[in-house]
């Protein structure tokens, strides 16, 4: 598995991140950080993701940003000049994950259905997104599925939240959890980045006891 995705492993959650505004990216990185989860999902569902990718990794260059919502080849590439690391997509484009792989950078695509997953398998990815997760059957379509496709992990993000993560992270064909809880719109707009990190903090803890007792 590519490094990256191994220290997104490590961490066990990824904040899925908008950002309306890229004045808030730099002190939204440091709740994160100070919480003790140096990753980011930034969506590129609005016209701040960019900047805002640039001023995480050039303020906090530790931290491990990726896109998110990268429907183009052309929003991978502004992705990657303003330094993420991995591409995350809602859906699995064979063109988006191809040029991702020539270009050596590590993609999830997003995938529900086994016909995907043996399309992911196809192009030569061992970790896809499960999206959206709950909606789709949640960890029990996810052990369903990877029954037969034993070389596939999954990154599971859509309706995961502190009350149902526990299961999930302890499956082991599961690298981490997105979930957007900690980093919600309203927290952000509103300067919250204190309950943001306190938040953060709560999730590294339910991280360190689902594995403790997997």
């Known amino acids: 598995m590519n490094s990256t995705l191994e220290k ?3 961490f066990g959650i990824v904040p899925v991140v908008v950002l309306d505004d890229a004045k808030d990216a730099a002190p939204l990185a440091k709740a ?9 999902e930034v969506t ?23 896109a998110g919502t990268v429907l183009t080849t052309e929003q991978v590439d502004r992705a990657v000049s303003a ?3 991995f591409i995350v997509s809602p859906g ?3 063109k988006v994950v191809k040029y991702c792989l020539e270009k050596n950078i590590p993609v999830t695509p997003g995938v529900v259905t086994p016909s995907e997953m043996e399309q992911a398998i196809e192009l030569g990815l061992e970790v896809v997104k499960f999206f959206p997760a709950e909606p789709s059957g949640g960890l029990a379509m996810i052990k369903a599925v ?16 502190p009350q149902n993560i526990t ?3 302890q499956y082991n064909k599961i690298i981490a959890c997105g979930g957007s809880w900690m980093v919600k719109g309203s927290l952000v707009s509103e300067g919250k980045f204190n309950e943001i990190t306190a ?8 991280v360190h006891s689902a594995r403790e007792v997997k």
């Open 199 to 206: 938040l953060t903090k709560e999730a590294v803890e339910l």
């Open 8 to 10: 997104l492993e490590q």
């Open 32 to 40: 994160l950080c100070d919480g003790g989860l140096a990753c980011a």
């Open 146 to 161: 990877a029954a037969p496709y034993t070389m596939l992990r999954f990154m599971p993000t859509g309706g995961i939240n």
């Open 44 to 66: 590129f569902r609005t016209d701040a993701a960019e900047e805002s990718i640039r001023i995480m990794t050039s303020e906090y260059p530790d931290m491990v940003v990726g």
């Open 92 to 94: 699995l484009n064979p």
């Open 83 to 85: 330094g993420a690391k």
């Open 167 to 169: 299961p999930y992270l």
